[in-house]
């Protein structure tokens, strides 16, 4: 029915699936779909279909569903693939995908992310599974099968860095549904994303190929944190004037908001820089495109200024081009350097410009990177000048900040920048947006003020970008050949944004000028400034000077000149600004004391001479600009106020003659601060609603004589250059913005994707109703076959209830939960009291009482046990069902909730089949033998031996057991043993491509006494074997200080410790285990080394992240370091938390109550300290070698015998570890206090703990009532003493211990 519709697959996949609301069956839908368009678009419809499996039993679920799927592609087989492969229609796929999960975007959940994720990447899809592990047969319906899908969800992608995204289609589609995901969803989908991109380039094509999606919803991302942080640009004038400078950081207390501003961010920047770095068109129109998009958000303006930040930073701190780190030399590649890769990178294009494209890059390259650093330079003019920072919009000193303190970054009279590299953070952001502006009249002025410390930043980061190539280090600034090379790259213009901008010299002036009226005075940045300002200007000069002598005029402002003179005079008219700050700062400093604004006297006089520099500099550029075009200044300012700058520079380059020679240059620089142009002229006049300085040309009245107006109509044109920047900024940013609102359009339209969701529903609904009436007749066999098992099932069950009223016995199982802690018991059936290892009576006390006593106990378990059977033995099989009959119906729903099975050791079953029929009597069928209940799997596919055929197979042991289909051999391993705590079992083992077989050939041997274990009523089983499919990590382990052990876990949380003949037989079988056998849980990595797998695995990344507890982490370090429960030798140890276990109450808050984490056990004592260490110096006579400070080790097989004895297995080990009885009362552990007293004060006792300290209560009970003794002084043992504040309970001291041990002060 599917494969009958030309889209019916997708359709049926997207709404049968992907709609479900079960966030499991969504997360298969969409892997699913993945799988399928992956498979369509890759092949040709003919081999689809001959790929597809061919099974020859055709009546199993699977042959069925193989059958179906061939002969449905057949049928679509002209139709299929000239629909899917249409463009168009995998657009409409992914869109139908994309309004479900949006419809369900509150739902999304584990699956549906991991789903998401294997769609998008191109290297993740590496497991592929046969359609026999997927469809099985279903019991519980008559001719039914069913979907095993816990392989496919299971498949989870991990350490997303080490993929890279493939589908365009698919991250386009994420892209677009990461607006409306939940905030936390977003941060994890942003981490992952850049992680990609920053790992793999081609994720960053994939990505970059989605031309309309990517930057649209980047954009919106981007904007919706800023403007959850900024609380949104666009207010009331009135509130604006409430609004006080003081900064609400309520919206940044929530870490996930700021770290989706560094993600999405930095993934904007990282993307955008890898289009700026080809340097071709593309990278034109990405950074246009991202400028245009500020038209659709309220905060545009804010979004984009912030982003260009990022991306300024990105390429500084990665360089200009591409893969620079290829390019590195020996002296090159020193990671110290500061801007390494932008430096390199200026290297490179320098040298390609020098010598013609022979050296570094190509010409046409190196051009192509100039043009691109060009653009964005007038690109972030047009920015800057349409925010309200024009030339002239610089001369509204009510603009800037009149407070001693900058509110954002606590500069003096201006704004600090210390790092460009990392662009505007959230905080800044926040600040900029609230910054005060009660005294802006206007949204003009407003404006300015919201962005004046990002326009600020904007330009330095652009300035500190180009200073790289325009001053490179490989060439000597004092050389001629260093300023003709920055001058020749200055010259250059940018037409692409039009000609109102003019050379690019005219735009760095502009951005120079920008951080000359808004920077602190006194710092590196501002001194910085002022000295490239200075070199500007000489440039400017010598382009005024070189076109003065080839048209053979001088006239001010003549119009090929024109440009360059105004720059000029803004230069001069700042400069008279910048020194009256500077002025401002100089009294604050020296009438202040130091501690107000600086931590030190050195900060204070570096701040002080930094200022003086500064003063110097902004003197010679004002100086530069009298004598090289005096006569712009001559025409373009008041007769007043040129004669005052008159005076005072010839006061400073002609001191009078009876002033002394050794004048100081503070003194001079005093004195020129204090002269009539610098401390005057500090007014503005208002011109078209623009202010401009007093002392500017504007017809005013000096000496009886009118001014000239050239000064005004030079303000006039800078206005209008602004204007014209920006007009041309806007008409620019068209292009794009047309492109973006028909791609919108085109994703508006839903006609075909409304088709697509209506032929889904139509497949779903039929294949549903079919369901219904299938299942309806199944079930009703299935209620007729009920109603007999339940009968029969009652019966079963009344015979083994019997057996659970004895008192059972239990031990440590050894098997973990998944977060690996022992809190798990299994029955004993070989237990015993170990009456007769009593430290009393081996020493002969009471031993005649006690042989009495023991004889009269094992009389009265004989006699029950006749009974019992005698009870069972009796009970009629009719009358099993006659009473079922008459159970009422709660009885009754308690017998068919039971389907477990418990075989008890000594009872024997016996039931009248006279009325069953052959298939009954299997059902009711009791087995005899009693066995183990912690075996590794059951006996249903061993096949007996009788069974089978005579052969000469090597294997045939092995072959007892069904083989899956396709099963074969693959190694043969001798004298291979399986270690456990308590055993050692030699034999062979057998590696197939399913499965591991292990053939016991020696005796089952006790670790602790190297002798034969013979334990009666278990039923020896010499051949196992272990399913691959469930292995999930491997380990290698060392076992008698050797290399020659491998640790094996499986999906049940079963550890399989492998001892082998050697390490070569080790790492063949490991090698062959990894390349050879099907292992689809198997996540651990394929070094055995413990450091290496400890580094690849990030653990101690996702312990600091909090993504894991402390105790996962130490357990994860344990097993890493090759400890294992498996081993009594290297038992998992834990340290000691508490020093305290003597008050009625812990306040784990407080850290007096902690051990000292920061040394071993053996150095908290310094008194005992120094008397090992005095022991270790008086065995000068020893060698070094047997030398040595602590007499123990902090664990060995003795000290985890000492803590776990009260529980079996480790009371058998612990009595034979004791040469058959227990250890002396008083040495036993009977309390915690003692035990760390202990720990505390003797030379021989440095052990820590277990791990069974933080998760298992049973070991501190003696629930078995082993005999333990008394102590010396008449005080019986059975519990262990606990601390008061575990208030006598077990339960009481786990939970308050793992509280201690997961507490902030044990995580620092």
């Known amino acids: 029915d599917i494969f009958e519709h030309g889209n019916g697959v997708a359709s049926w996949m997207l709404c049968c699936l992907v709609n479900s609301f079960d966030d499991k069956i969504r997360g298969l839908g969409i892997k699913?779909?993945?799988?399928?368009?992956?498979?369509?678009?890759?092949?040709?419809?003919?081999?689809?279909?001959?790929?597809?499996?061919?099974?020859?039993?055709?009546s199993t679920p699977s042959g069925k569903i193989?059958?179906?799927?061939?002969?449905?592609?057949?049928?679509?087989?002209?139709?299929?693939?000239?629909?899917?492969?249409?463009?168009?229609?995998?657009?409409?796929?992914?869109?139908?995908?994309w309004h479900l999960l949006k419809c369900h975007r509150e739902r999304l959940g584990a699956a549906s992310n991991a789903a998401l994720l294997y769609l998008i990447v191109e290297?993740?899809?590496?497991?592929?599974?046969?359609?026999?592990?997927?469809?099985?047969?279903?019991?519980?319906?008559?001719?039914?099968?069913?979907?095993?899908?816990?392989?496919?969800?299971?498949?989870?992608?991990?350490?997303?860095?080490?993929?890279?995204?493939?589908?365009?289609?698919?991250?386009?589609?994420?892209?677009?549904?990461?607006?409306?995901?939940?905030?936390?969803?977003?941060?994890?989908?942003?981490?992952?994303?850049?992680?990609?991109?920053?790992?793999?380039?081609?994720?960053?094509?994939?990505?970059?190929?989605?031309?309309?999606?990517?930057?649209?919803?980047?954009?919106?991302?981007?904007?919706?944190?800023?403007?959850?942080?900024?609380?949104?640009?666009?207010?009331?004038?009135?509130?604006?004037?409430?609004?006080?400078?003081?900064?609400?950081t309520e919206a940044l207390s929530k870490p996930s908001v700021r770290t989706r501003y560094d993600l999405s961010l930095k993934l904007y920047s990282t993307l955008l820089g890898h289009c700026v770095r080809k340097g071709d068109e593309k990278a034109f129109e990405a950074v246009e495109m991202a400028a245009s998009l500020q038209r659709v958000d309220a905060n545009g303006s804010e979004v984009f200024s912030i982003l260009l930040s990022h991306l300024f930073a990105d390429l500084i701190e990665n360089g200009t081009i591409a893969n620079i780190e290829s390019t590195y030399t020996k002296s090159d590649a020193n990671p110290i350097v500061k801007n390494r890769a932008l430096k390199q990178s200026a290297k490179l294009v320098t040298q390609a410009i020098l010598s013609n494209g022979s050296s570094g890059l190509d010409m046409s390259s190196a051009v192509r990177q100039w043009r691109c650093l060009r653009h964005l330079t007038a690109l972030t003019v047009a920015v800057v000048t349409d925010n309200g920072f024009g030339v002239?919009?610089?001369?509204?000193?009510?603009?800037?900040?009149?407070?001693?303190?900058?509110?954002?970054?606590?500069?003096?009279?201006?704004?600090?920048?210390?790092?460009?590299?990392?662009?505007?953070?959230?905080?800044?952001?926040?600040?900029?947006?609230?910054?005060?502006?009660?005294?802006?009249?206007?949204?003009?002025?407003?404006?300015?003020?919201?962005?004046?410390?990002?326009?600020?930043?904007?330009?330095?980061?652009?300035?500190?970008?180009?200073?790289?190539?325009?001053?490179?280090?490989?060439?000597?600034?004092?050389k001629a050949a260093s300023q003709l090379h920055g001058l020749s790259l200055v010259r250059s213009t940018e037409p692409r944004l039009g000609q109102s901008q003019g050379l690019l010299l005219v735009s760095l002036v502009r951005l120079s000028l920008i951080l000359l009226a808004y920077l602190e005075p006194s710092s590196v940045r501002f001194l910085q400034a002022c000295s490239r300002l200075r070199c500007f200007l000489h440039w400017s000069l010598e382009i005024i000077r070189e076109s003065v002598a080839l048209g053979g005029y001088s006239v001010a402002f003549h119009e090929l000149t024109a440009p360059l003179d105004r720059m000029v005079l803004a230069i001069v008219l700042h400069c008279h600004r910048a020194l009256s700050r500077c002025s401002m700062v100089l009294a604050e400093l020296e009438s202040s004391p130091w501690d107000k604004y600086f931590s030190d006297l050195e900060s204070r006089q570096k701040s002080h001479r930094r200022l003086f520099r500064a003063i110097l500099e902004l003197r010679e550029i004002v100086l530069a600009a009298y004598r090289g075009r005096n006569e712009v200044l001559r025409t373009a300012l008041s007769p007043q106020a040129h004669n005052a700058l008159s005076r005072g520079l010839e006061e400073v380059s002609s001191p009078k003659k009876e002033s002394p020679k050794s004048m100081s240059k503070e003194v001079n620089l005093r004195s020129f601060l204090e002269s009539d142009w610098v401390s005057n002229f500090l007014d503005v006049d208002t011109l078209e609603d623009f202010e401009i300085p007093e002392q500017v040309a504007n017809g005013q009245m000096h000496d009886k004589k009118k001014a000239s107006t050239r000064g005004k109509e030079a303000m006039l044109e800078l206005i209008a250059e602004s204007k014209a920047i920006v007009k041309e900024y806007s008409a620019l940013l068209n292009e794009p913005f047309g492109a973006f609102c028909e791609s919108q359009r085109k994703w508006?339209?839903?006609?075909?994707?409304?088709?697509?969701?209506?032929?889904?529903?139509?497949?779903?609904?039929?294949?549903?109703?079919?369901?219904?009436?299938?299942?309806?007749?199944?079930?009703?066999?299935?209620?007729?076959?009920?109603?007999?098992?339940?009968?029969?099932?009652?019966?079963?069950?009344?015979?083994?209830?019997d057996p659970w009223d004895l008192l059972r016995r239990w031990e440590v199982s050894t098997h973990t939960d998944l977060l690996y802690r022992r809190i798990l018991f299994s029955p004993n059936y070989c237990f015993t009291n170990h009456a007769s290892a009593s430290y009393e009576l081996t020493l002969g006390k009471d031993r005649e009482a006690f042989q009495k006593e023991e004889i009269s106990r094992q009389e009265r378990e004989k006699e029950k046990e006749i009974e019992l059977a005698l009870r069972v033995a009796v009970v009629p099989y009719e009358e099993s069902v006659d009473e079922e009959v008459e159970e009422d119906d709660d009885e009754r729903a308690g017998s068919d909730g039971f389907f477990g099975w418990v075989e008890m050791e000594g009872v024997e079953a016996t039931l009248d089949r006279s009325h069953c029929s052959d298939e009954e009597e299997e059902v009711v069928d009791v087995k005899d033998d009693t066995e183990d209940e912690t075996a590794e799997e059951s006996d249903w596919d061993e096949i007996d031996a009788a069974e089978m055929e005579s052969t000469t197979d090597p294997f045939d042991w092995a072959r007892k057991f069904l083989w899956s289909d396709g099963e074969h051999p693959l190694q043969n391993f001798e004298n291979v043993a399986i270690v456990s705590v308590q055993t050692f079992i030699e034999g062979i083992v057998l590696l197939t491509s399913h499965s591991i077989y292990f053939h016991q050939t020696g005796d089952v041997i006790d670790v602790m006494t190297k002798e034969k274990i013979d334990v009666e009523g278990k039923k020896p089983k010499p051949n196992r074997r272990w399913k691959l499919n469930q292995m999930t990590d491997v380990h290698g382990r060392r076992y008698m200080m050797k290399a020659q052990g491998l640790e094996l876990f499986f999906s049940d949380m079963q550890g399989l410790f492998l001892k082998f003949n050697g390490v070569k037989d080790r790492d063949l079988f490991h090698s062959k285990l990894r390349s050879n056998c099907k292992v689809p849980l198997l996540r651990s990595f394929k070094s055995l080394i413990p450091r290496t797998v400890f580094k690849k695995s990030m653990l101690t990344d996702l312990w600091l992240k909090r993504r894991i507890s402390n105790f996962q982490y130490i357990m994860a370090l344990n097993l890493m370091a090759g400890r294992t429960f498996n081993d009594i030798c290297q038992y998992p140890v834990f340290p000691w938390i508490l020093n305290d276990y003597q008050s009625e109450t812990l306040d784990l808050n407080d850290p007096s109550i902690y051990r000292d984490l920061s040394k071993p056990v053996g150095a908290l004592n310094p008194d005992r300290l120094a008397m090992l260490i005095e022991r270790y110096n008086d065995l000068d006579g020893f060698p070094e070698e047997q030398k040595f400070l602590f007499g123990s080790h902090y664990s060995s097989p003795g000290v985890v015998l000492h803590y776990m004895l009260r529980?079996?297995?480790?009371?058998?080990?612990?009595?034979?570890?004791?040469?058959?009885?227990?250890?002396?009362?008083d040495r036993l552990f009977f309390d915690i206090a003692g035990c760390w007293r202990s720990c505390l004060t003797s030379t021989s006792d440095v052990k820590e703990l277990t791990p069974e300290f933080f998760t298992c209560p049973e070991i501190f009970t003696n629930t078995n009532n082993f005999p333990l003794g008394e102590t010396q002084d008449n005080k019986q043992i059975s519990n262990v003493k606990l601390p008061p504040w575990a208030k006598g309970s077990p339960h009481e001291f786990i939970r308050i211990h793992r509280l201690a041990l997961e507490s902030d002060y044990v995580s620092r």
């Open 123 to 248: 290297n993740g899809r590496s497991s592929s599974f046969d359609i026999e592990d997927i469809v099985v047969e279903n019991a519980e319906v008559i001719g039914g099968s069913r979907l095993q899908c816990t392989s496919l969800l299971d498949n989870q992608l991990s350490k997303v860095g080490t993929f890279s995204i493939g589908n365009s289609y698919g991250v386009g589609t994420l892209l677009r549904l990461l607006r409306f995901m939940p905030s936390d969803q977003k941060e994890r989908w942003l981490f992952d994303l850049l992680a990609m991109t920053l790992a793999s380039s081609k994720s960053v094509e994939a990505i970059l190929k989605c031309e309309n999606e990517w930057q649209p919803c980047l954009f919106h991302l981007t904007g919706e944190v800023i403007e959850e942080i900024t609380g949104g640009s666009k207010q009331s004038s009135e509130a604006n004037r409430e609004r006080n400078s003081t900064v609400d």
């Open 32 to 58: 699913c779909l993945a799988a399928y368009l992956q498979s369509v678009s890759s092949v040709s419809q003919n081999n689809v279909v001959r790929n597809l499996p061919s099974t020859k039993n055709s």
């Open 66 to 97: 193989s059958n179906t799927m061939r002969y449905g592609m057949g049928i679509a087989n002209n139709v299929l693939m000239s629909v899917l492969s249409g463009r168009d229609n995998t657009k409409v796929t992914y869109k139908l995908l």
């Open 1207 to 1225: 529980q079996e297995p480790f009371t058998s080990m612990h009595i034979a570890l004791q040469s058959g009885r227990f250890d002396c009362p």
């Open 392 to 478: 002239v919009d610089l001369f509204d000193y009510r603009n800037q900040n009149a407070s001693a303190v900058d509110s954002i970054t606590g500069g003096m009279y201006g704004i600090r920048l210390d790092n460009l590299v990392s662009g505007i953070n959230a905080f800044e952001a926040l600040a900029g947006a609230k910054v005060n502006t009660e005294q802006a009249d206007n949204e003009r002025m407003r404006k300015r003020a919201r962005h004046r410390y990002v326009c600020v930043v904007l330009a330095s980061q652009v300035l500190t970008l180009l200073d790289a190539f325009i001053f490179p280090d490989n060439l000597d600034s004092a």
């Open 748 to 801: 508006a339209e839903t006609d075909a994707v409304r088709d697509r969701e209506y032929e889904g529903d139509l497949l779903v609904k039929r294949l549903s109703s079919k369901h219904r009436t299938d299942t309806s007749e199944s079930n009703r066999l299935v209620v007729t076959q009920f109603a007999l098992a339940s009968q029969r099932m009652a019966a079963i069950q009344r015979l083994m209830n």
